[in-house]
């Protein structure tokens, strides 16, 4: 094949060193129809991206049964190299999604098979610049014609492509996160632990009050007594208390991250001790007022790795780690960004290379 430009400004119309988050798409999409009275899942199709066209009683706009997925495929070092980091797990956290939702789950391989064989269609698409990839997003949608409280019978599988630099604004730099005892996000039995919209719109109205306060993200408590410490908007919580790294157990009210497993897996193979387990925020507190508390960081695909420099609870801000990355968090940034770009070795068989 041709060789792939170092940039597409040209090509492509985007500048891949000044590319964003979310905002440009590639030429096609994927979709697969279902239909219970014709026997399920349909042939899938790869076409030319276009609108989804809609009708006003459509079963998802009323009654919110939609499920969606986030990964990311990354240019490697040779050529053809066309790189996913554990697709698998997305892949098995998408289906465990569809069945809190009450939607037919989708089978892996066809899965695995139809999202790869659109990633490469749309391979030029993809940015060589440090720090961007072409963001994956799987999405399934309930498409009945119907005003009723019910599961639909017929749903629309879609996923398509976009190329994109840094999450944050900051980049790889330190965020300002705030703690928030004013709003729950979810509560055991809920739906906190499957990726679907209502979980980020119930999220909406805290994050937009922190961000017009100058902080990057919000940090959820528990439902019950707003003590425990759940997760951030966009990415599963990190603490590094000491030389123990710490973070919520999945107790049904937090998403499963693929990077959060990445994470655990990575720190205790350096032999740190490392604790799934309920911490309060008057445990995180009393850390940075003793100077125990060494880091915090997010992790979550499209970020990765979120070093945090400040948190603020009940109006008083803690500084952490000197308002600087923290060593862990570089450490862990660097290895599993290697990792998906074929920089470094993949000790763990995570990384899919499909583009041979």
Same mark, same amino acid.
């Given at each position: 094949?041709?060789?792939? +430009?170092?940039?597409?400004? $040209?090509?492509?119309?985007?500048?891949?060193? !000044? *590319?964003?988050?979310? =905002?440009?798409?590639?030429?096609?999409?994927?979709?697969?129809?279902?239909s219970a009275d014709k026997g399920g899942w349909q042939t899938p199709q790869i076409r030319p991206l276009e609108d989804l066209v809609l009708h006003p009683a459509t079963m998802m706009l009323h009654y919110g049964q939609q499920?969606?997925?986030?990964?990311?495929?990354?240019?490697?070092?040779?050529?053809?190299?066309?790189?996913?980091?554990?697709?698998?797990?997305?892949?098995?956290?998408?289906?465990?999604?569809?069945?809190?939702?009450?939607? +037919?789950?989708?089978?892996? $391989?066809?899965?695995?098979?139809?999202?790869? !064989? *659109?990633?490469?269609? =749309?391979?030029?698409?993809?940015?060589?610049?440090?720090?961007?990839?072409?963001?994956?997003?799987?999405?399934?949608?309930?498409?009945?014609?119907?005003?009723?409280v019910r599961p639909s019978k017929e749903y629309l599988f879609f996923i398509i492509l976009s190329p994109v630099g840094a999450y944050y604004p900051e980049g790889f730099a330190p965020v300002k996160i705030k703690v928030t005892?004013?709003?729950?996000?979810?509560?055991?039995?809920?739906?906190?632990?499957?990726?679907?919209?209502?979980?980020?719109?119930?999220?909406?109205?805290?994050?937009?009050?922190?961000?017009?306060?100058?902080?990057?993200?919000?940090?959820?408590?528990?439902?019950?007594?707003?003590?425990?410490?759940?997760?951030?908007?966009?990415?599963?919580?990190?603490?590094?208390?000491?030389?123990?790294?710490?973070?919520?157990?999945?107790?049904?009210?937090?998403?499963?991250?693929?990077?959060?497993?990445?994470?655990?897996?990575?720190?205790?193979?350096?032999?740190?001790?490392?604790?799934?387990?309920?911490?309060?925020?008057?445990?995180?507190?009393?850390?940075?007022?003793?100077?125990?508390?060494?880091?915090?960081?997010?992790?979550?695909?499209?970020?990765?790795?979120s070093p945090v420099s400040l948190f603020r609870y009940k109006g008083k801000d803690y500084t952490v780690a000197d308002g600087k990355t923290g060593e862990l968090s570089a450490k862990l940034f660097d290895e599993i960004t290697?990792?998906?770009?074929?920089?470094?070795?993949?000790?763990?068989?995570?990384?899919?290379?499909?583009?041979?």
């Amino acid at each position: 094949m041709p060789k792939v +430009p170092r940039n597409r400004s $040209d090509a492509r119309g985007y500048d891949e060193d !000044k *590319l964003g988050f979310g =905002d440009i798409f590639t030429d096609h999409m994927l979709t697969i129809a279902y239909s219970a009275d014709k026997g399920g899942w349909q042939t899938p199709q790869i076409r030319p991206l276009e609108d989804l066209v809609l009708h006003p009683a459509t079963m998802m706009l009323h009654y919110g049964q939609q499920v969606f997925e986030g990964l990311k495929a990354f240019a490697g070092p040779n050529e053809d190299d066309i790189l996913l980091f554990r697709p698998d797990m997305n892949i098995k956290r998408f289906n465990r999604s569809c069945e809190r939702l009450c939607i +037919p789950s989708i089978d892996p $391989d066809l899965f695995m098979e139809q999202m790869c !064989k *659109l990633i490469k269609m =749309d391979r030029d698409w993809i940015p060589r610049s440090p720090g961007t990839s072409v963001y994956v997003r799987p999405t399934v949608i309930a498409t009945d014609i119907h005003l009723g409280v019910r599961p639909s019978k017929e749903y629309l599988f879609f996923i398509i492509l976009s190329p994109v630099g840094a999450y944050y604004p900051e980049g790889f730099a330190p965020v300002k996160i705030k703690v928030t005892d004013e709003y729950v996000r979810a509560s055991r039995g809920g739906m906190g632990e499957v990726k679907t919209a209502a979980n980020y719109a119930a999220s909406l109205l805290a994050a937009e009050k922190a961000q017009a306060e100058g902080f990057t993200q919000v940090l959820w408590l528990n439902a019950v007594d707003k003590m425990a410490i759940e997760e951030v908007g966009t990415m599963n919580i990190f603490f590094r208390i000491k030389d123990e790294v710490i973070t919520p157990a999945l107790i049904g009210t937090i998403l499963p991250g693929v990077t959060r497993d990445s994470v655990l897996r990575l720190a205790s193979d350096t032999g740190m001790k490392v604790t799934e387990r309920s911490i309060s925020i008057e445990e995180i507190v009393a850390a940075a007022e003793n100077g125990n508390l060494r880091e915090i960081f997010g992790s979550g695909t499209a970020a990765v790795i979120s070093p945090v420099s400040l948190f603020r609870y009940k109006g008083k801000d803690y500084t952490v780690a000197d308002g600087k990355t923290g060593e862990l968090s570089a450490k862990l940034f660097d290895e599993i960004t290697g990792m998906q770009t074929g920089l470094k070795p993949d000790p763990y068989g995570w990384v899919k290379n499909i583009g041979k």
